[in-house]
Structures are given as C-alpha cells and as structure tokens.
C-alpha cells in the first residue's frame, strides 16, 4: 500500500490515527505547517510534508503518490466562525480542490464532528457542517464523513479534566438534569479509521456517526458512577452561570486577542438536552465494532477508583 496522506497529525486525534496506521504498518505521511510548533512531534516512522493546506503545489504531487487522505485538521476554538474556518473549512476546501486536481480518485476520509448535525447551535458546529459541504458539493472522488462524539483518551484536554475531576467525587454537569452524551475512546476513533481503509469501497459518498456502543448513550450519574465508583456529588452547573462565563470570556479574548474555548456558542452546545449516536451503519458496512465503553476507557485512563465505603 502507498502511504496514506494525513493532514492534523499532530493533533490529540492525529496523534492516534499515527499510532494506528504504523501499528498496521501502512506508511503515513502527514501534512505539517511549516509554522507549526509541532512539527518535529511526529512518531518515528512518519514521513513529514511541510506544506499548508492552501499549497497545491507541494498537496497535488503528495496525493498522487498516495492511496487514502484522511483529513484529521480542525481547530475548536474561536470567537465567530472565521476564527474556525482556516481549518475546519478553507483547509477542507484546498485538500478538495487538490485532489480533484490530482485525479488520482483515490478516496478521502473527512474526521468531521457530531456537532455538524446541528449547524445553528454554534460557530464551531456551522463551520464542521460547512466543511462537510466542501466535500459533499465539491469532491470528484470517492469520500467518506465520520461524525464522533466527544472523543477521550491519552492526550484529551477537553473530557479528561471532566474525568479526573468525577475521580475526585465532584461531578459539575452543564447540561440539563437528563442529559444524554455519547462518547469515544480516541482508540476505537482511530481504529475506525483503519476499518475505513479496508473496506472505503462500501462507505462511498456516506456519512456515519460512531460511539463506544453503549445504546442511547451516558447520562451524568452514569458517568459519576462509572468514574468514581459511586462516592460522588453532583453540582448542576446553572445555565446563567455558564453563559454569563461564555460572555465575559468573549469579551476578554477580544481585549487580550487570544482564541477562547467556552463562549455563548460553546455553552449552547453544553447545554443541548443530547448528543447522541450509534455506529449501527459503519458496523454494518466495515464490521468495525468499539473495544472500549467508559468504564475500560476510564481505566485505562485513571486507573481503578477506590470503591466507596
């Protein structure tokens, strides 16, 4: 097999799609912006191509030579959606163009977000949709969209703070009472993947939502209880708190010109009622099936929790 062409390899995401793909033994060769702060941070075995996303010249020759793209950039955050597009739109928009340039056909596969299924809750949500769009409406090969779910695991700075926390017995849900999340161990994401690889030819022009197969999902006692063994409190986070804390971040990143996390946009995505999916489509098309429900992921992550007395 030729080397699968990587783009956002040196991401929390990227970085085990690398693991994944060298452990399989297909050569990978990732996509790195000369101005990137990571780009000597690549696992030993993987060919670096410094090149923006925007450099046809440098993407079209690489992509000849390949035998998949799998498109992992993204950025999450942001103050209104140009400060998402770079890489959730504009990057998927060159990628697109160069392969249809390179009329190679061989087939891409989009990392996108389950936020996508929802465009008007946030800036970030309507810029993975966008991104989607570059693909569906644009692309002259065959192409592929997973939708995860909030994906956790070595590296994660977003869940695992969430995690270590409920360890610790305080579990602060932000969203409704009832709530329902679905989740990935980053692992199984990056498995997909190589599932995909095998068997792209029947998941042509498709999109698929993937979780860890735990049916509807987690609500937050099931988390607490699965996290800290049952000796947990629970403190609501109040919609006021979290969205006046999403207004004054806005207003101080503008004044100190840094890229925020929590915004009003973000609180509308902590506080929807669910995000929930299920994998039934890709098992179906690749046999792909998660290793890991929260309470193995957890620990492996944390180890196992002292039990309540």
């Not at 994906?151 to 709530?179: F, I, T």
């Not at 735990?214 to 986070?237: F, P």
Request: aromatic share 8%.
């Amino acid at each position: 097999m030729n080397s699968v062409l990587l783009t956002g390899a040196t991401g929390f995401i990227g970085q085990h799609l690398q693991k994944a793909l060298l452990a399989d033994q297909i050569p990978v060769q990732a996509v790195v912006r000369p101005s990137s702060s990571h780009k000597n941070s690549l696992l030993d075995g993987v060919d670096r191509l410094l090149a923006d996303l925007d450099d046809s010249e440098r993407l079209v020759p690489a992509i000849s030579g390949a035998s998949a793209v799998i498109y992992c950039a993204g950025t999450v955050r942001g103050r209104r959606l140009k400060d998402f597009a770079n890489a959730n739109i504009d990057g998927v928009r060159s990628v697109v163009n160069a392969m249809n340039r390179a009329g190679t056909h061989i087939p891409l596969l989009l990392i996108s977000s389950l936020a996508a299924s929802r465009p008007q809750v946030s800036d970030y949500a309507n810029s993975k949709y966008l991104g989607e769009q570059e693909v569906k409406n644009h692309a002259a090969f065959p192409w592929t969209i997973f939708r995860p779910p909030a994906v956790y695991g070595p590296g994660d700075k977003e869940m695992l703070p969430v995690l270590k926390l409920a360890r610790r017995g305080l579990v602060m849900p932000p969203g409704p009472e009832h709530q329902k999340l679905s989740l990935i161990y980053a692992n199984d994401l990056a498995s997909a993947g190589l599932a995909w690889l095998k068997y792209w030819d029947k998941c042509t022009q498709q999109v698929f939502t993937l979780d860890d197969g735990h049916d509807g999902g987690y609500d937050w006692r099931e988390i607490a209880e699965t996290v800290s063994h049952g000796s947990y409190r629970s403190m609501n986070i109040p919609n006021w708190i979290l969205f006046g804390a999403g207004h004054f971040n806005l207003a101080l990143s503008r004044l100190l010109g840094y890229a925020p996390m929590l915004t009003p946009g973000k609180a509308r995505e902590l506080t929807q009622a669910h995000w929930v999916c299920n994998n039934k489509a890709l098992n179906e098309a690749t046999g792909w099936f998660p290793e890991t429900d929260l309470e193995k992921g957890v620990h492996s992550l944390l180890g196992t929790p002292r039990r309540a007395t």
